[in-house]
């Protein structure tokens, strides 16, 4: 048996087998401050296989159960498929504030957070762990977090859900026919998500490196070996790209230009790299996609300039291709051709990565 709150809501997957109910637990005025209080307040996913079958004494059986402090009270779910995998949209029906007491709204407001309905979705592809992936998280200043990072939406007057998912790192991600890339180099911001979450170790953070410094969220991530970009490439659902690929998005599909934008000598106009100072005068990494002139034909930026990258290629025995210059390159280390290659182990304040899937 599974200790939740009232019965509030019904949905069911469509071919039947699954059953998704709201528990909802209406809250004290402040208890989702109180971080000894429990909660009732979530939903279940029921295998109702047996029933759609119209087994007789069908049984119906908990998969799984998620429940959320925060004030709020669950009303109902939504099952959706986005990009080809199973997710559920969550509603409440009175935000951080329960059912609107006054007391409750007060508190909300004091703690920063979403005095109105709000919003999460979870992807369910393992039913038996269902994964957050975007919610109202912040009222303040009518903000929005996606996915724990740092990217924010201004909405006048009201917090609400991205209309965007792009997985646990919030990849943002660019079709390039016969596979994806990533538009950015991996930032500081996408890498930490993966460091909260367990599941990837810190960068060195001497010199110019970019971890632990806090205007550099929305630099690429730099001072990672191979195996540390691996790592987070797998956990948000993605790898390195092959050099292949790398080369194919480069040249903006099959053209045969020596930069990503065309034939132009590489200057700071396009790129972030040495055109007489190291990092186009502020000697280090800019913002990914800072120099938008740059871009691909498809939109991809930062492919010559700002970090080098790795890739999944191998030259030797613990040894792998990296591609595109960086903000220490003059504009013959950014041509599309030019290739280099590090041993897997080195962190330098030159090389980041981006994904490709």
């Given at each position: 048996?599974?200790?939740?709150?009232?019965?509030?809501?019904?949905?069911?997957?469509?071919?039947?087998?699954?059953?998704?109910?709201?528990?909802?637990?209406?809250?004290?005025?402040?208890?989702?401050?109180?971080?000894?209080?429990?909660?009732?307040?979530?939903?279940?996913?029921?295998?109702?296989?047996?029933?759609?079958?119209?087994?007789?004494?069908?049984?119906?059986?908990?998969?799984?159960?998620?429940?959320?402090?925060?004030?709020s009270v669950?009303?109902?779910?939504?099952?959706?498929?986005?990009?080809?995998?199973?997710?559920?949209?969550?509603?409440?029906?009175?935000?951080?504030?329960?059912?609107?007491?006054?007391?409750?709204?007060?508190?909300?407001?004091?703690?920063?957070?979403?005095?109105?309905?709000?919003?999460?979705?979870?992807?369910?592809?393992?039913?038996?762990?269902?994964?957050?992936?975007?919610?109202?998280?912040?009222?303040?200043?009518?903000?929005?977090?996606?996915?724990?990072?740092?990217?924010?939406?201004?909405?006048?007057?009201?917090?609400?859900?991205?209309?965007?998912?792009?997985?646990?790192?919030?990849i943002e991600?660019?079709?390039?026919?016969h596979f994806?890339?990533?538009?950015?180099?991996?930032?500081?911001?996408?890498?930490?998500?993966?460091?909260?979450?367990?599941?990837?170790?810190?960068?060195?953070?001497?010199?110019?490196?970019?971890?632990?410094?806090?205007?550099?969220?929305?630099?690429?991530?730099?001072?990672?070996?191979?195996?540390?970009?691996?790592?987070?490439?797998?956990?948000?659902?993605?790898?390195?790209?092959?050099?292949?690929?790398?080369?194919?998005?480069?040249?903006?599909?099959?053209?045969?230009?020596?930069?990503?934008?065309?034939?132009?000598?590489?200057?700071?106009?396009?790129?972030?790299?040495?055109?007489?100072?190291?990092?186009?005068?502020?000697?280090?990494?800019?913002?990914?996609?800072?120099?938008?002139?740059?871009?691909?034909?498809?939109?991809?930026?930062?492919?010559?300039?700002?970090?080098?990258?790795?890739?999944?290629?191998?030259?030797?025995?613990?040894?792998?291709?990296?591609?595109?210059?960086?903000?220490?390159?003059?504009?013959?280390?950014?041509?599309?051709?030019?290739?280099?290659?590090?041993?897997?182990?080195?962190?330098?304040?030159?090389?980041?990565?981006?994904?490709?899937?």
């Open positions: 048996t599974v200790d939740l709150g009232i019965p509030h809501g019904l949905s069911v997957s469509e071919d039947g087998k699954r059953a998704y109910v709201v528990s909802a637990n209406i809250p004290a005025p402040g208890e989702f401050l109180d971080p000894d209080a429990k909660t009732r307040n979530g939903f279940l996913i029921l295998d109702t296989s047996e029933v759609q079958a119209r087994v007789p004494n069908a049984q119906m059986k908990v998969i799984s159960a998620s429940t959320f402090k925060d004030g669950a009303q109902h779910t939504i099952p959706v498929t986005i990009a080809g995998k199973p997710h559920l949209v969550m509603v409440d029906e009175g935000g951080a504030a329960g059912l609107s007491d006054t007391a409750n709204v007060k508190l909300a407001c004091e703690a920063k957070m979403a005095p109105y309905p709000m919003a999460r979705i979870y992807d369910i592809s393992d039913e038996t762990k269902p994964v957050l992936q975007a919610y109202v998280d912040k009222w303040g200043d009518a903000k929005v977090r996606v996915d724990a990072l740092t990217e924010a939406v201004e909405v006048p007057g009201v917090a609400m859900v991205l209309g965007h998912l792009r997985g646990l790192a919030g991600w660019v079709s390039l026919g994806d890339i990533s538009k950015t180099e991996v930032t500081v911001a996408q890498y930490r998500a993966c460091v909260e979450a367990g599941a990837c170790t810190e960068p060195k953070t001497e010199g110019s490196c970019n971890w632990g410094q806090s205007d550099r969220d929305d630099h690429p991530i730099n001072c990672v070996d191979w195996n540390q970009a691996t790592t987070f490439a797998t956990w948000a659902g993605g790898r390195l790209p092959s050099e292949a690929e790398w080369t194919h998005a480069a040249k903006s599909g099959r053209k045969a230009w020596k930069y990503p934008w065309g034939n132009q000598k590489a200057t700071c106009s396009w790129a972030i790299m040495d055109d007489g100072d190291d990092g186009c005068g502020e000697g280090h990494t800019w913002p990914v996609c800072s120099k938008p002139a740059g871009n691909s034909t498809q939109g991809v930026c930062d492919l010559a300039g700002n970090v080098s990258e790795w890739t999944a290629e191998a030259v030797g025995p613990n040894q792998r291709v990296r591609r595109g210059g960086c903000y220490l390159s003059d504009a013959s280390y950014l041509r599309v051709s030019k290739t280099f290659d590090n041993i897997t182990a080195h962190r330098r304040p030159n090389l980041g990565f981006r994904l490709a899937r």
